[in-house]
């Protein structure tokens, strides 16, 4: 199975701050790659797929990036809104793995 | 609209089988995926197993002895059958879209495994 690396764990920052979070992936995955905000009590929201692209209704200040098997979530200008649970997600080959997941939280 | 919601027993007995139905609409199972995803309390989200538009299955290497997914075209349903079941198998569990990302979810269904 693929594993992916979720770091930080835990991250607080303060409004407007540059936000980045990281997931590794143990092999190739290529762009399958998405992020996922999670916020208490409600399902999952996409923020980004193949590994770069933003869907629909998602903030400009959400991006992802990609450098080999290291992928990156970051938010430009941290708003109160943004506050949740962050979860990369590998859909590269079966079964799918999650990250383990990055609380953000307002410092 | 797209729409997904899970339905099943919120409390379940340690060894008994699970049985959860994820009903769609507004898609077609013949042409879109869905996924099973779980959550126990206050821990991350856990890839459970999937049903493709064309009816193949894959599942959670770790579950894969316990689990089956199937669904009623005709119905717009999915099932989700797990025998054997622990405490850790307390969670909330989803149903989603894949296309080929998680785009619609269900809001999830609580599950407890506890005598």
């Known amino acids: 199975d693929i594993q992916m690396t979720q770091s930080p764990a835990s991250l607080s920052a303060s409004l407007e701050e540059i936000v980045t979070i990281t997931c590794q992936a143990s092999?190739?995955?290529?762009?399958?790659l998405s992020w996922y905000q999670q916020k208490p009590g409600k399902s999952p929201q996409l923020l980004i797929y193949?590994?770069?692209s933003l869907a629909d209704g998602v903030p400009s200040r959400f991006s992802g990036s990609r450098s080999g098997t290291q992928y990156s979530l970051k938010i430009s200008r941290l708003q109160v809104e943004d506050i949740g649970i962050y979860y990369c997600?590998?859909?590269?080959?079966?079964?799918?793995?999650f990250g383990g997941g990055t609380k953000l939280e307002l410092k | 609209q797209v729409q997904l919601k899970e339905s099943g027993p919120g409390l379940v007995q340690p060894s008994q089988t699970l049985s959860l139905t994820c009903t769609v609409s507004?898609?077609?199972?013949?042409?879109?995926?869905v996924h099973w995803v779980r959550q126990p309390p206050g821990k991350g989200l856990e890839w459970v197993g999937a049903?493709?538009?064309?009816?193949?299955?894959d599942y959670n290497s770790a579950l894969k002895s316990r689990l089956s997914i199937s669904r009623d075209t005709s119905k717009s349903q999915v099932f989700l059958k797990m025998n054997s079941l622990q405490t850790e198998d307390t969670a909330i569990y989803f149903c989603?879209?894949?296309?080929?990302?998680?785009?619609?979810w269900g809001q999830g269904v609580m599950v407890t495994v506890s005598s």
């Open positions: 989603t879209r894949v296309r080929p990302w998680f785009d619609y």
């Open positions: 507004g898609f077609s199972l013949t042409s879109n995926s």
């Open positions: 049903i493709w538009s064309g009816g193949s299955t």
């Open positions: 092999q190739d995955i290529g762009n399958w």
């Open positions: 193949g590994a770069t």
């Open positions: 997600l590998q859909a590269y080959s079966a079964p799918w793995t």
